[in-house]
Protein backbone atom coordinates (compact mmCIF):
# COMPACT_ATOMS: atom_id res chain seq x y z
CA UNK A 1 0.00 0.00 0.00
CA UNK A 2 0.96 3.60 -0.33
CA UNK A 3 3.25 4.43 2.35
CA UNK A 4 4.54 8.12 3.43
CA UNK A 5 7.55 8.34 5.32
CA UNK A 6 7.16 10.91 8.56
CA UNK A 7 10.84 11.97 8.40
CA UNK A 8 13.03 11.43 4.90
CA UNK A 9 15.33 8.41 5.97
CA UNK A 10 18.45 10.69 6.32
CA UNK A 11 16.61 12.84 8.97
CA UNK A 12 14.92 9.78 11.16
CA UNK A 13 16.41 8.86 14.38
CA UNK A 14 16.12 5.00 13.55
CA UNK A 15 13.96 3.11 16.02
CA UNK A 16 14.03 -0.16 17.80
CA UNK A 17 10.66 -2.14 17.39
CA UNK A 18 10.56 -1.85 21.12
CA UNK A 19 10.25 1.66 20.87
CA UNK A 20 7.98 1.57 17.80
CA UNK A 21 5.37 -0.38 20.01
CA UNK A 22 5.77 2.09 22.49
CA UNK A 23 5.35 4.89 20.37
CA UNK A 24 2.81 3.69 17.57
CA UNK A 25 -0.50 5.34 18.26
CA UNK A 26 -3.65 2.92 18.99
CA UNK A 27 -6.55 3.43 16.71
CA UNK A 28 -5.26 6.18 14.48
CA UNK A 29 -4.01 4.99 11.55
CA UNK A 30 -1.48 2.18 10.54
CA UNK A 31 2.41 2.53 10.87
CA UNK A 32 4.99 -0.10 10.11
CA UNK A 33 9.02 0.17 10.58
CA UNK A 34 11.29 -0.58 8.06
CA UNK A 35 14.99 -0.87 9.12
CA UNK A 36 14.55 1.48 11.92
CA UNK A 37 12.62 4.32 9.69
CA UNK A 38 9.10 4.82 10.43
CA UNK A 39 6.33 4.67 7.98
CA UNK A 40 2.68 5.76 7.81
CA UNK A 41 0.24 3.65 5.54
CA UNK A 42 -1.81 5.66 3.19
CA UNK A 43 -4.40 3.04 1.45
CA UNK A 44 -6.70 4.00 -0.78
CA UNK A 45 -10.39 3.03 -0.64
CA UNK A 46 -10.12 0.79 -2.91
CA UNK A 47 -7.32 -0.95 -1.53
CA UNK A 48 -9.16 -1.49 1.89
CA UNK A 49 -12.65 -2.60 0.45
CA UNK A 50 -10.42 -5.67 -1.41
CA UNK A 51 -8.87 -6.38 2.10
CA UNK A 52 -11.73 -6.40 3.83
CA UNK A 53 -13.81 -8.55 2.11
CA UNK A 54 -10.85 -11.09 1.38
CA UNK A 55 -10.38 -10.90 5.15
CA UNK A 56 -14.37 -11.41 5.53
CA UNK A 57 -14.25 -14.09 2.76
CA UNK A 58 -11.63 -16.11 4.86
CA UNK A 59 -13.43 -15.88 8.28
CA UNK A 60 -16.57 -17.40 6.57
CA UNK A 61 -14.01 -20.48 6.12
CA UNK A 62 -12.83 -20.68 9.20
CA UNK A 63 -16.08 -20.19 10.99
CA UNK A 64 -17.81 -22.82 8.32
CA UNK A 65 -14.74 -25.91 9.05
CA UNK A 66 -13.88 -24.75 12.21
CA UNK A 67 -10.62 -23.52 12.25
CA UNK A 68 -8.48 -22.78 14.96
CA UNK A 69 -7.29 -19.50 13.43
CA UNK A 70 -8.49 -15.99 14.28
CA UNK A 71 -8.18 -12.63 11.71
CA UNK A 72 -7.29 -9.97 14.10
CA UNK A 73 -8.11 -6.18 13.15
CA UNK A 74 -4.55 -5.35 13.45
CA UNK A 75 -1.32 -7.00 14.67
CA UNK A 76 2.66 -6.21 13.74
CA UNK A 77 5.05 -9.23 12.53
CA UNK A 78 8.45 -9.30 13.41
CA UNK A 79 11.35 -10.62 11.22
CA UNK A 80 13.10 -13.58 12.39
CA UNK A 81 16.41 -11.39 12.99
CA UNK A 82 15.70 -7.83 13.09
CA UNK A 83 15.36 -5.86 15.59
CA UNK A 84 14.29 -2.41 13.89
CA UNK A 85 11.26 -4.08 11.40
CA UNK A 86 7.88 -5.14 12.10
CA UNK A 87 4.72 -5.20 9.42
CA UNK A 88 1.56 -4.44 9.64
CA UNK A 89 -0.48 -7.01 6.85
CA UNK A 90 -3.36 -6.05 5.01
CA UNK A 91 -4.82 -9.79 6.15
CA UNK A 92 -3.17 -12.12 8.60
CA UNK A 93 -4.74 -15.77 9.91
CA UNK A 94 -3.53 -16.42 13.20
CA UNK A 95 -3.59 -19.63 14.22
CA UNK A 96 -4.83 -19.38 18.02
CA UNK A 97 -3.27 -22.68 19.62
CA UNK A 98 -0.01 -21.35 19.12
CA UNK A 99 -0.79 -17.95 20.61
CA UNK A 100 0.56 -19.32 23.86
CA UNK A 101 4.22 -19.66 22.40
CA UNK A 102 3.88 -15.92 21.07
CA UNK A 103 5.77 -14.02 24.12
CA UNK A 104 4.69 -10.83 23.33
CA UNK A 105 1.26 -10.83 21.87
CA UNK A 106 -0.92 -10.24 24.85
CA UNK A 107 0.77 -7.07 25.78
CA UNK A 108 2.29 -5.69 22.18
CA UNK A 109 -0.64 -7.75 19.31
CA UNK A 110 2.93 -8.52 17.99
CA UNK A 111 3.86 -11.87 16.21
CA UNK A 112 7.25 -13.17 16.18
CA UNK A 113 7.16 -16.89 15.31
CA UNK A 114 6.04 -18.23 11.60
CA UNK A 115 4.03 -20.78 13.32
CA UNK A 116 1.58 -18.89 14.62
CA UNK A 117 0.78 -17.55 11.26
CA UNK A 118 -0.62 -20.07 8.90
CA UNK A 119 -1.39 -17.43 6.22
CA UNK A 120 -0.97 -13.48 5.72
CA UNK A 121 -1.89 -11.11 2.26
CA UNK A 122 -0.70 -8.27 1.32
CA UNK A 123 -2.76 -6.32 -1.00
CA UNK A 124 -0.65 -4.29 -3.45
CA UNK A 125 -0.07 -0.18 -4.47
CA UNK A 126 2.25 1.96 -5.59
CA UNK A 127 5.04 0.18 -3.29
CA UNK A 128 5.11 -3.04 -4.99
CA UNK A 129 8.69 -3.25 -4.14
CA UNK A 130 7.80 -3.88 -0.14
CA UNK A 131 5.59 -6.57 -0.82
CA UNK A 132 7.82 -8.46 -3.71
CA UNK A 133 11.29 -7.48 -2.39
CA UNK A 134 10.95 -7.23 1.70
CA UNK A 135 8.32 -8.58 2.86
CA UNK A 136 8.20 -11.84 0.59
CA UNK A 137 11.95 -12.51 1.78
CA UNK A 138 11.15 -11.90 5.34
CA UNK A 139 7.92 -13.81 5.46
CA UNK A 140 9.88 -16.88 4.04
CA UNK A 141 12.26 -16.80 6.44
CA UNK A 142 10.23 -16.40 9.26
CA UNK A 143 8.36 -20.05 8.08
CA UNK A 144 4.71 -18.21 7.45
CA UNK A 145 3.31 -21.54 5.96
CA UNK A 146 1.35 -19.38 2.98
CA UNK A 147 1.38 -15.24 1.49
CA UNK A 148 -0.52 -14.25 -0.56
CA UNK A 149 0.03 -10.91 -2.81
CA UNK A 150 -2.95 -9.84 -4.17
CA UNK A 151 -1.36 -7.12 -7.14
CA UNK A 152 -5.44 -5.96 -8.37
CA UNK A 153 -3.56 -3.23 -10.39
CA UNK A 154 -0.89 -5.10 -12.16
CA UNK A 155 1.95 -3.03 -10.42
CA UNK A 156 4.57 -5.86 -9.76
CA UNK A 157 7.78 -6.04 -11.94
CA UNK A 158 7.31 -8.22 -15.03
CA UNK A 159 9.60 -10.74 -13.07
CA UNK A 160 7.11 -11.35 -10.78
CA UNK A 161 3.65 -10.98 -12.89
CA UNK A 162 4.61 -11.78 -16.39
CA UNK A 163 4.65 -9.37 -19.23
CA UNK A 164 2.12 -8.19 -20.36
CA UNK A 165 1.36 -7.07 -16.73
CA UNK A 166 -2.35 -7.76 -15.62
CA UNK A 167 -4.12 -8.16 -12.08
CA UNK A 168 -2.32 -11.01 -10.38
CA UNK A 169 -2.91 -12.58 -7.43
CA UNK A 170 0.67 -14.37 -6.53
CA UNK A 171 0.17 -17.75 -3.73
CA UNK A 172 3.77 -18.47 -2.42
CA UNK A 173 3.19 -21.85 -0.53
CA UNK A 174 6.13 -22.90 2.11
CA UNK A 175 7.53 -26.57 0.44
CA UNK A 176 10.71 -27.80 1.76
CA UNK A 177 11.87 -24.29 3.59
CA UNK A 178 11.16 -22.09 0.48
CA UNK A 179 8.23 -20.49 -1.25
CA UNK A 180 7.14 -22.09 -4.39
CA UNK A 181 4.48 -19.30 -6.22
CA UNK A 182 1.52 -20.07 -8.32
CA UNK A 183 -0.40 -17.14 -10.17
CA UNK A 184 -3.69 -17.33 -10.56
CA UNK A 185 -5.41 -14.62 -12.95
CA UNK A 186 -9.02 -13.63 -14.37
CA UNK A 187 -11.23 -16.67 -14.00
CA UNK A 188 -8.62 -19.13 -12.45
CA UNK A 189 -9.64 -20.64 -9.09
CA UNK A 190 -7.18 -19.65 -6.11
CA UNK A 191 -5.59 -22.52 -4.66
CA UNK A 192 -4.55 -22.42 -1.20
CA UNK A 193 -3.12 -24.95 0.86
CA UNK A 194 -4.69 -23.33 4.21
CA UNK A 195 -7.93 -23.22 2.36
CA UNK A 196 -8.30 -26.05 0.45
CA UNK A 197 -12.20 -25.83 -0.38
CA UNK A 198 -12.04 -21.50 -0.42
CA UNK A 199 -14.14 -21.05 -3.85
CA UNK A 200 -13.09 -17.79 -5.02
CA UNK A 201 -11.38 -16.73 -8.29
CA UNK A 202 -9.00 -13.92 -8.86
CA UNK A 203 -11.27 -11.76 -10.97
CA UNK A 204 -13.91 -12.54 -7.64
CA UNK A 205 -11.46 -10.94 -5.66
CA UNK A 206 -10.33 -7.79 -7.91
CA UNK A 207 -14.40 -7.65 -8.19
CA UNK A 208 -14.86 -6.71 -4.57
CA UNK A 209 -12.83 -3.64 -4.85
CA UNK A 210 -15.01 -2.28 -7.65
CA UNK A 211 -18.59 -3.05 -5.80
Known sequence: MTQTLLESESEAQLMTLEEFLNWVPDGSGRYELHRGVVKEMQPTGTHEQIAGEIAAELTL????LQ?????????????????????????TV???????????WKKRSTITQGETLPL??????????DDYLLKLSEYEKLGIQEYWIVDYLGLGGR????????????VYQMIDGEYMVNLFRENDLIQSAIFPELNLTAEQIFELGES
Do not use: A
Request: aromatic residues 8%; glycine residues 4%.
Open 61 to 64: EIRR
Open 67 to 91: FPYLIPRQCIIKPIDSDNSGYSPDV
Open 94 to 104: INKNSLDQEPI
Open 120 to 129: VVEVVSTNWQ
Open 159 to 170: RYIGNPKQPTIS
